[in-house]
């Protein structure tokens, strides 16, 4: 059982970026996904989920409008396409999927800067 978050990486502001949060050993259309950050110094915020029965979303306001979380379910994966990115983004992002269990991925590093 594994959550495994990528995408990651080091773009410039303004510029754009996909996080990808896959799921191998359960279905994640059963749970509950969630998309949190952690910059250096600072506790871990929530951005962004989407609920495995309806797919209804909520995002936190410092990114609403800028930032998008999907689901594809054939692909038993969740994504987080980000656009717009500011350098107050630059965090390592984590992904979390809570329903029948409670799995965390292991972060990954973005960061915006010119």
């Known amino acids: 059982v594994q959550l495994q978050a990528s995408g990651g990486g080091l773009v410039q502001p303004g510029g754009s970026l996909r996080l990808s949060c896959a799921a191998s050993g359960f279905t994640l259309d059963d749970y509950f996904i969630g998309w949190f950050r952690q910059a250096p110094g600072k506790e871990r915020e929530g951005v962004s989920c989407?609920?495995?029965?309806?797919?209804?979303?909520k995002y936190a306001e410092s990114v609403k409008g800028r930032f998008t979380i999907s689901r594809d379910n054939a692909k038993n994966t969740v994504y987080l396409q980000m656009n717009s990115l500011k350098p107050e983004d630059t965090a390592v992002y984590f992904c979390?999927?809570?329903?029948?269990?409670?799995?965390w991925g292991q972060g990954t590093q973005v960061t915006v800067s010119s």
């Open positions: 989407i609920s495995g029965s309806d797919s209804s979303t």
């Open positions: 979390s999927a809570i329903g029948p269990g409670v799995y």
